[in-house]
C-alpha cells in the first residue's frame, strides 16, 4: 500500500488524512482543526502541521490551498490573508512540519484525485474539472496533464465575474431558485467550450450531489458528468502531488 499524506487548506477549516494512493481513500479518517483568523501564514501553516501530528505521520506532505500557488510561492489570496501574497508557502509549512512539501492550488489538487481515481480516470483529451461552490474553481487537463492555476472561475461572463454570476452559492446560500440558477451555469460552460473546445466536463462541489435533479439542462457539445470524490476530493489529490514531486 503506497500511502501519503493530504492537508485541504480552507477559509473556514484545515483538514487532513493520510491517502492510500492504490485506490485514492482515506487511510485514516479525517482530521479537521477551524482555520485561525487572521489566516496569517505562519498560524495556518502551525495548524496544517498540528493535523499531521495528529495522525503521528512521518514523510513527504501534500498541501491543498486556496489561491494560485506557482513553484510553492503563493500568488493570491483571496480566501486567506493578504500577507499570504509572495509567501513561499512550501517552504514554511515543511520548515514546520519537518518534512517535504508540495503546495498547489485547492482546484487543482481536486482535479487531480478526480483524473486519478474518479470520473476523469482514463479520459484523453482536454477535460476541465470545475467546483462549483462559494466561488468556482477549476482544473484544466491535456491528456491527464495539469494545467495550473486555471482559474477559470474569474473570467468575465456577461460583464460579471464568472463566479459572482453561476456559483453554488447563489442557491444553497442566496436561495435562488436552480430554475435561475442553471441556464447561467450553462451559458458559463457554453463560454468555456468556445475558448477551450473540451472533451469533457466533470461537475463537481457540494451541489454536485443534486446532479440527478439537473443533469439534462446543459446544452454543450462535450459531456457533463458529477464528480465522484466531493469532499476528499483536496486531500487525495494533495497526497498525490506529494507522491508525484518526492515518490
Known amino acids: 500500500m503506497t500511502v501519503r499524506f493530504g492537508i485541504d487548506i480552507g477559509g473556514s477549516g484545515i483538514k487532513g488524512a493520510p491517502v492510500d494512493l492504490d485506490n485514492g481513500e482515506l487511510a485514516a ?120 492555476n486555471s482559474e477559470l472561475g474569474h473570467l468575465e461572463l456577461d460583464g460579471e465575474v464568472a463566479e459572482d454570476r453561476a456559483a453554488a452559492r447563489l442557491v444553497e446560500r442566496d436561495d435562488m431558485d436552480l430554475s435561475d440558477w442553471l441556464p447561467r451555469v450553462d451559458r458559463y460552460l457554453g463560454h468555456l467550450e468556445r475558448l477551450f473546445s473540451p472533451d469533457l466536463f466533470i461537475f463537481g462541489g457540494g451541489i454536485s450531489k443534486r446532479f440527478d435533479e439537473f443533469a439534462g439542462a446543459f446544452t454543450t457539445r462535450a459531456p457533463v458528468v458529477p464528480a465522484k470524490l466531493r469532499n476528499q476530493a483536496g486531500i487525495v489529490g494533495a497526497a498525490l502531488a506529494a507522491y508525484e514531486r518526492f515518490g
Request: contains cysteine.
Open 29 to 148: 479518517d479525517r482530521h479537521r482543526i477551524r482555520t485561525p483568523q487572521p489566516a496569517k501564514p505562519r498560524p495556518v501553516m502551525e495548524v496544517a502541521a498540528a493535523v499531521v501530528a495528529h495522525h503521528g505521520w512521518d514523510g513527504p506532505v501534500g498541501c491543498a490551498f486556496p489561491a494560485i500557488v506557482q513553484h510553492g510561492v503563493v500568488l493570491s489570496a483571496a480566501n486567506v490573508d493578504d500577507e499570504w501574497i509572495g509567501v513561499d508557502g512550501a517552504a514554511l509549512l515543511a520548515d514546520i512540519v519537518g518534512h517535504e512539501t508540495a503546495l498547489l492550488n485547492d482546484a487543482d489538487a481536486a482535479g487531480l484525485a478526480e483524473m486519478r481515481y474518479g470520473a476523469g480516470r482514463d479520459q484523453r483529451g482536454v477535460v476541465m474539472t470545475l467546483t462549483f461552490g462559494t466561488g468556482i474553481g477549476s482544473g484544466m487537463f491535456v491528456d491527464g496533464v495539469l494545467v495550473p
